[in-house]
């Protein structure tokens, strides 16, 4: 398996106005880490925080999150796929960082999560920010976030709604403090339940505008 040690240090990362800006720059398949500055998140216990790795550059960001993403058309790549994480994006589902996040800050920020239904299906809901607190995450996204990545040949990937074995080794060699699936950090199970609390109150409450 490969290392991927260069996802493991915040050296040279992208802050989330560059990835935004030079996104089509990343127009291919690849690996990606999203860190966390400092004392960001409070609601998480220290404990919990300091079992992710933390940046080998000494500097104290922590790893909040990890993903591969595959290039499958001209539409669809990593830098694509790594700014629906800190901002282009609908509803917060889309983004399992974003929704991490949503889930961690409900109580603390007062998130009031509301539903739209499917347009194919209107026995689905999608739950959103509204558009006020979806800006307040994005700001906070751009004040306390940081990407690593490294491109990845496309045949070493697997399809989007897989994990590949090296993302799974990854994340549980690393311990993501957001990421669930095959997660082994401790913090997991209080995540599930924050980030269900969250879509479950998102149930109860239309979409409005006004």
């Given at each position: 398996?490969?290392?991927?040690?260069?996802?493991?240090?915040?050296?040279?990362?992208?802050?989330?106005?560059?990835?935004?800006?030079?996104y089509k720059e990343l127009c291919f398949s690849g690996m990606y880490a999203f860190y966390g500055r400092p004392g960001?998140?409070?609601e998480v216990a220290p404990a919990f925080v300091q079992l992710s790795h933390h940046s080998i550059d000494g500097s104290g960001w922590f790893l909040l999150y990890m993903g591969q993403a595959r290039k499958t058309s001209d539409e669809r790549f990593l830098g694509v796929r790594c700014t629906k994480h800190?901002?282009?994006?609908?509803?917060?589902?889309q983004s399992q960082l974003r929704l991490g996040l949503c889930g961690v800050l409900h109580e603390s920020w007062s998130l009031k999560p509301c539903f739209k239904l499917n347009k194919k299906d209107n026995n689905k809901k999608f739950i959103w920010l509204m558009p006020e607190q979806k800006a307040r995450l994005t700001k906070w996204c751009d004040d306390n976030v940081l990407l690593k990545f490294v491109e990845v040949p496309e045949t070493s990937l697997i399809d989007l709604d897989f994990l590949s074995d090296e993302e799974s080794t990854l994340i549980q060699r690393h311990l993501p403090l957001l990421n669930t699936e095959c997660s082994a950090h401790p913090f997991t199970p209080v995540l599930r339940n924050?980030?269900?609390n969250f879509l479950e109150d998102g149930i109860t409450r239309p979409y409005s505008k006004s």
């Amino acid at each position: 398996m490969e290392t991927y040690v260069e996802l493991l240090t915040v050296a040279d990362a992208y802050t989330p106005d560059r990835l935004r800006r030079d996104y089509k720059e990343l127009c291919f398949s690849g690996m990606y880490a999203f860190y966390g500055r400092p004392g960001s998140l409070p609601e998480v216990a220290p404990a919990f925080v300091q079992l992710s790795h933390h940046s080998i550059d000494g500097s104290g960001w922590f790893l909040l999150y990890m993903g591969q993403a595959r290039k499958t058309s001209d539409e669809r790549f990593l830098g694509v796929r790594c700014t629906k994480h800190c901002g282009k994006v609908s509803y917060e589902a889309q983004s399992q960082l974003r929704l991490g996040l949503c889930g961690v800050l409900h109580e603390s920020w007062s998130l009031k999560p509301c539903f739209k239904l499917n347009k194919k299906d209107n026995n689905k809901k999608f739950i959103w920010l509204m558009p006020e607190q979806k800006a307040r995450l994005t700001k906070w996204c751009d004040d306390n976030v940081l990407l690593k990545f490294v491109e990845v040949p496309e045949t070493s990937l697997i399809d989007l709604d897989f994990l590949s074995d090296e993302e799974s080794t990854l994340i549980q060699r690393h311990l993501p403090l957001l990421n669930t699936e095959c997660s082994a950090h401790p913090f997991t199970p209080v995540l599930r339940n924050l980030k269900r609390n969250f879509l479950e109150d998102g149930i109860t409450r239309p979409y409005s505008k006004s």
